[in-house]
């Protein structure tokens, strides 16, 4: 008989009061849903509070950061004095100039990122020193160092310590320098002293590589950086200097900060959609104990509407309640990820609470809750009492189009959000599309086995034949657990297949290819020098010499209408070396580690029109062929060559890698000096070899590379934390799926095996019949797991870390069984209050 036609709906004032009286203050048949969303909110709390204080930080703290309102930067000049003039206008104005030099004291040395400052250094903030004084720049004669430059050589404040040959006093330990954000990558810690200092002890010499930072600080305030940036580009040129403001102190961190968090909350995003299966497993278990109530209900008069609102005012009770938790939570374990994350991490956060990220992250959870909860309500919704009386042997079906709705409504708001929030929107598409493509395949296979579970030929033994109909009989759970089981063991294999990657490429690649010693700024004059240095005190090692020089591309491809960088509006990520100055040199020969992939190289004589060699990548992506010609920026002249060949380079030898290499007649003619890099063979003594080439070459930078390797691999690791941290999320939710899916067929489950006890298995008989079950489908999607999660690592370990795909298969595989077991374990754990079902009991219940 059809249920009457509904003519008006309950108020939601009185559906929320037999809501109120039919749920539980501990949340009983609710909490799966609770734990759920606890954790995706709170990784997405978690992730976007520590992204959005670092960006906040980093924006609230632009002055402070770049060390002025704008800088302009210089490489091997400083700025004229017309320029000084010019930037005087607009404000109080800071010169300075950033080298690698060598810290040394006796025997002991340290290479130090040298920052030379005036004596209105700093502009804004001040550097504060160990001992608690916050001061501005150092006296005459005076240097302050790092606390790890201090320990290498040894020294403590009021010490003498030579830097590039001169004689200074150590005035102090460096604790906090405002500007180190925009500072950049530097071979050795800092060390900041007068102006004059590069100056005195020769590293400024022509050819010396070194890089003046000039910082304005606006007489007036609120004047526009990018304002003045432009009457400076206007009057002096485009490509007379690079320029910063204080709206971008630190261009690269940003970069990596929205990246790294971009990254991050796409994995708990992706968490928190496995979690939303879970989601629907507890909201259809929950449900399924109420059938009685509900059908007492609609046979009392209640409309599918009054249904609607009483349990989804539940169910929405309960969602707030476990987001807030998981917001809470979230809040909380930031001051622990940001410690995990360490020198990940640009600034130190502290404590901070982000109501955008938690609004966010919040909606994320109540979209998702949406989602999956939807299908289970509108089972309840839309059936009359007498088929949810029937439900325990002619299991309910939901109308597609009762649910389809809301459903469709939320997944189109969670991309909205996602796209809203996304750095590159490219990538977030591509991911959510991965994820609903990995959950369509999913959805398959839970298919593709319940219709050949039923097509098999039964096997004689009892336990198997029943494990084997469990997969395809009426209300059968196979679909959510080949979920749970699927995502689960993926998140299995991309753990394990990322850690073992980035290890063997750490202890395979980088070591073993890596030079011992870099050495930059050799005088030119000197080379001979320098080798018989090296040839004497460390015999028998490898020694490369190139010459080495900044400038800048400014203008490239066919000479008729060559493209001009300053005219490009967006540097696409490849085309790296467009952005700012970049190492150029020459060479007679193809360099070592690069292979000529198209043109010729120039002969060994090549007196004619300047040639230069372009990285193959660089050139694709950029559109540079062979015939096309770059134009370069040296010391304030423009050079252009003719494109000869296209190479492709070897980036793993950690030597020196040139995406421009030119003939020797279009660069020897420009003051420069040579970079080289020193090999010594395996188990030879290079104690002596450092102190040496100090001694000897004052004003030259020898860095070793085993500090540089330490650092790497801290790194490393430091991202292989984040990457597992976020993995592990989505194993635990994974398993709270797999809980739910165990906790939706519970009844059933119950009813099946007090049949069976009645028949005359044992528990134990039951407990191998659960093991059939699991065990068909996780040996099923074992495979499936082995496949997607490699495919996953493989993303990240060659297109998120451009690394070298290296995975270790039997750790691989072995953490694959790890898994197996576990989950196994957690689903045999999650039936056994079933086998404790007392048959009368459960009888009587039915």
């Known amino acids: 008989m059809p249920e009457p036609r509904e003519t008006s709906a309950l108020p939601w004032a009185t559906a929320w009061k037999l809501a109120r009286r039919d749920l539980s203050a501990r949340f009983r048949g609710l909490r799966l849903l609770l734990v759920c969303l606890f954790l995706g909110v709170g990784a997405l709390a978690a992730i976007g509070t520590l992204t959005g204080s670092i960006e906040r930080e980093l924006t609230t703290r632009g002055r402070e950061v770049l060390g002025g309102d704008i800088e302009l930067r210089t490489w091997q000049r400083s700025l004229s004095q017309e320029e000084l003039v010019a930037l005087a206008r607009y404000g109080k104005v800071s010169p300075g100039l950033r080298l690698q030099a060598i810290a040394r004291k006796g025997d002991l040395t340290a290479p130090v990122a040298l920052k030379a400052v005036d004596a209105n250094w700093p502009l804004y903030g001040k550097l504060e020193l160990k001992d ?223 109501p955008g990220a938690l609004l966010t992250a919040a909606a994320y959870g109540l979209l998702v809750a949406l989602i999956f909860a939807a299908p289970p309500l509108a089972k309840a919704r839309n059936f009359p009492a007498m ?94 657990l080949v979920t749970a089981l699927g995502f689960g063991l993926s998140a299995f294999v991309l753990i394990a297949a990322v850690q073992t990657s980035l290890d063997a490429n750490i202890r395979r690649t980088v070591p073993a290819r890596a030079p011992d010693f870099f050495v930059l700024d050799v005088p030119k004059d000197k080379a001979g020098e320098f080798r018989d240095v090296v040839a004497r005190e460390a015999p028998g090692s490898t020694l490369r010499m190139v010459p080495n020089m900044r400038g800048r591309i400014l203008a490239y491809g066919p000479k008729d209408r060559m493209t001009r960088v300053s005219d490009l509006k967006d540097i696409p990520e490849d085309a790296w070396a467009l952005k700012g100055e970049r190492g150029l040199t020459y060479s007679v020969g193809v360099p070592e580690g690069s292979t000529v992939t198209s043109g010729q190289w120039w002969g060994e004589f090549h007196r004619g029109a300047p040639l230069v060699s372009v990285d193959e990548k660089f050139a694709q992506t950029v559109g540079l062929k062979v015939g096309d010609y770059v134009t370069v920026g040296l010391l304030g002249v423009e050079r252009t060559a003719r494109v000869a060949a296209l190479r492709r380079i070897d980036w793993d030898t950690l030597g020196f890698n040139f995406v421009l290499v030119f003939s020797p007649n279009a660069l020897a003619d420009a003051p420069h000096n040579l970079a080289a890099t020193i090999e010594v063979p395996r188990g030879k003594a290079t104690t002596g070899l450092l102190p040496r080439l100090a001694r000897a070459f004052p004003s030259s930078s020898v860095i070793e590379t085993g500090t540089l390797l330490r650092d790497a691999r801290d790194l490393l690791d430091q991202m292989t934390l984040a990457i597992l941290a976020a993995a592990s999320v989505a194993v635990l939710a994974g398993l709270a799926v797999l809980l739910g899916a165990i906790a939706a067929a519970r009844a059933s489950r119950t009813y099946d095996n007090v049949i069976l006890r009645v028949l005359g298995a044992s528990r134990g008989q039951l407990l191998l019949l659960q093991v059939a079950e699991y065990g068909l489908i996780a040996a099923v999607l074992a495979v499936v797991a082995l496949g997607a999660g490699s495919a996953m690592a493989w993303a990240v370990i060659v297109k998120l870390f451009a690394f070298e795909w290296m995975p270790d298969w039997p750790r691989i595989l072995a953490v694959l069984g790890a898994g197996i077991v576990l989950i196994l374990t957690f689903a045999l754990a999650g039936s056994l209050p079933l086998l404790r079902a007392k048959p009368a009991r459960a009888l009587r219940e039915l």
């Open 387 to 480: 088929a949810l009386m029937r439900a325990q042997v002619a299991p309910l079906a939901a109308n597609r189009w009762a649910w389809l709705l809301p459903v469709a409504l939320g997944l189109a708001a969670v991309v909205a959000l996602a796209l809203l929030n996304a750095a590159q929107p490219l990538v977030t598409l591509g991911f959510l599309g991965g994820a609903a493509l990995m959950l369509a395949l999913l959805a398959l296979i839970g298919t593709g086995i319940h219709r050949l579970a039923a097509r098999l030929p039964r096997p004689r033994d009892p336990m198997l034949r029943a494990g084997l109909a469990n997969l395809h009989r009426p209300g059968a759970q196979t679909g959510a």
């Open 132 to 354: 608690g004084r916050k001061v501005g720049a150092p006296s005459a004669g005076v240097v302050w160092l790092s606390e790890g430059t201090a320990a290498r050589l040894g020294v403590k404040p009021g010490d003498t310590a030579s830097l590039g040959g001169v004689d200074q006093k150590v005035g102090g330990l460096i604790a906090s320098d405002p500007e180190k954000l925009s500072e950049g990558f530097a071979l050795g810690d800092a060390a900041i002293s007068t102006l004059d200092l590069p100056e005195r002890a020769g590293l400024t010499q022509p050819g010396a590589m070194y890089r003046s930072a000039t910082r304005v600080k606006f007489a007036r305030p609120e004047r526009d950086p990018d304002a003045v940036v432009k009457a400076l580009d206007k009057r002096f040129g485009d490509d007379a200097f690079e320029t910063r403001t204080r709206k971008s102190a630190s261009p690269s961190t940003e970069r990596f900060v929205s990246r790294m968090g971009q990254f991050l909350t796409l994995v708990g995003l992706a968490a928190l959609v496995i979690a939303g299966i879970g989601i629907g497993g507890g909201v259809s278990s929950y449900l399924e104990a109420r059938r009685t109530s509900i059908a007492t209900l609609k046979v009392l008069g209640a409309t599918s509407r009054d249904i609607s609102r009483i349990y989804l005012l539940q169910v929405g009770a309960a969602a707030l309640v476990g987001s807030l938790a998981g917001l809470v939570a979230g809040v909380l374990v930031t001051p622990l990820l940001a410690g995990a994350l360490g020198a990940l991490l640009p600034v130190d956060t502290g404590f901070t609470v982000s």
